[in-house]
């Protein structure tokens, strides 16, 4: 099956044969030289693949990996080399306009031309954004890299060390006669159980589309043949002599070889039953994605105010699944004048409420200060009635004791009848 598709030659279209001269490559830095380490060489050996071989990349965002895959003598390819991508911007989902900050999803084209050795980030190539999908799309953007320094606004961004192999890699290729090689970037690896977890999301029929791409290389281990019509990729298919695809026009009746097809089928086949399977099974939730083309423009907004050097929010605000935007409350850096003027009137806007605050905190502290000293006044008072009642109490007490005390005893019986007796007789003679 496979020699028949290779003597088509559908599905290394995209890959020429023709060497590089050598303008393109003599002005390379000394980074954009160093070889691969023998390791790898040596595992390429061992696989049946030479230096300059024909190479491809995949890229995958969910997981976080850019694979590099290179021909063998049989025509087929086999990854060599894995990478754990340093940062990517963005969401999983396609880019859509300029600003939106999306790593690029779909398939790229790199030719020798869009390597540079002498960029601002180590190495970079551009992965040839937007292609001609993206401009029948009308999605807008521009220098969409690949490269070091581990920073993103829409790129995906390597180590250092790391972009020199992925450079030597394109390099190498280019010297052995390659006139392009193929990037894939899809947003998670495009597995049954992967396609039913977001089976449900806004962008799930675009990755059904590049899904087809994804699947005819599972198939062949050989980069798709990609063209595009009627605004949708199409892969591996062979228009007929004369005709053309035209990205926006109707696609032209187009064949696949036979044992294509039924290769495709049966592949098919079989995921249907595991997808199936795993619509029923549980799985980790998806991953956030871009709200489609009213997200990406919110975003984009807000990346031309921050270009501008306005004071915006240090993250891109997010569109909600209800329709509001959520935006961080931290602000971003100033670099303008006019940036500069909005830091100063929200300094001044925000002095002002803290003056109104203290004055409001002043007023309430002054009225708490005179409700505490009346109740300090009414608990004197209160004590001091209480104080003269007990001394007016202490003060009668004494007094009762003394007037008992004073009283005279009671004479005897005897001593108080005889003094009647006395003073009656005393009476009775004039005394």
């Not at 892969?235 to 990205?247: H, I, W, Y």
């Not at 489609?292 to 423009?297: M, R, T, V």
């Not at 004791?401 to 009848?417: F, H, I, L, N």
Request: a positive charge; one cysteine or more.
């Amino acid at each position: 099956m496979f020699a028949k598709l290779a003597r088509t030659g559908i599905l290394i279209a995209a890959l020429g044969v023709a060497g590089c001269n050598d303008s393109s490559m003599k002005d390379f830095a000394p980074e954009a030289n160093k070889p691969l380490p023998d390791k790898i060489l040596a595992d390429m050996k061992a696989k049946g693949m030479v230096r300059t071989s024909s190479v491809m990349a995949r890229i995958f965002k969910e997981e976080g990996k850019l694979e590099i895959w290179k021909a063998k003598t049989t025509g087929r390819y086999e990854m060599v080399a894995s990478y754990d991508i340093c940062k990517w911007s963005g969401k999983l989902g396609p880019k859509y306009t300029e600003g939106d900050r999306q790593a690029p999803e779909g398939f790229y084209t790199v030719r020798p031309s869009q390597m540079n050795p002498r960029s601002n980030y180590h190495l970079s190539f551009n992965i040839g954004y937007p292609n001609a999908y993206d401009r029948a799309n009308g999605r807008t953007g521009a220098n969409l890299m690949v490269h070091g320094a581990c920073s993103s606004s829409g790129c995906y961004s390597m180590t250092d060390p790391q972009i020199e192999q992925i450079y030597a890699f394109g390099r190498d290729a280019f010297q052995g006669g390659q006139t392009e090689f193929q990037i894939q970037a899809f947003p998670f690896r495009m597995t049954a159980a992967n396609m039913a977890r977001y089976r449900n999301d806004p962008n799930y029929e675009f990755w059904k589309m590049l899904k087809v791409g994804y699947d005819n290389f599972e198939i062949t281990k050989v980069p798709p043949k990609v063209d595009v019509c009627e605004k949708r990729y199409v892969f591996n298919q062979v228009a007929p002599e004369g005709t053309t695809f035209d990205p926006t026009g109707a696609c032209p009746p187009s064949t696949q070889p036979d044992s294509l097809k039924s290769a495709y089928n049966a592949y098919q086949s079989s995921y249907d039953a595991a997808f199936t399977g795993a619509v029923k099974a549980s799985v980790p939730a998806p991953k956030p994605t871009i709200a489609g083309i009213k997200e990406a423009s919110i975003v984009s907004d807000w990346s031309k105010r921050r270009a501008r050097g306005e004071r915006v929010p240090i993250d891109p605000p997010s569109l909600n699944s209800d329709g509001t935007v959520t935006e961080t409350a931290r602000m971003g850096r100033i670099d303008s004048p006019a940036g500069r003027k909005m830091a100063a009137l929200d300094a001044e806007k925000e002095a002002k409420r803290k003056a109104e605050e203290q004055r409001i905190a002043a007023i309430e502290a002054a009225k708490a200060a005179k409700a505490q000293a009346l109740a300090e006044k009414e608990a004197a008072k209160a004590q001091a009635v209480a104080e003269k009642e007990a001394a007016k109490q202490a003060a009668q007490q004494p007094v009762a004791t003394a007037s008992v005390e004073a009283a005279p005893a009671e004479p005897p019986a005897d001593e108080s009848r005889m003094s009647k007796i006395k003073n009656k007789l005393l009476g009775m003679f004039g005394g």
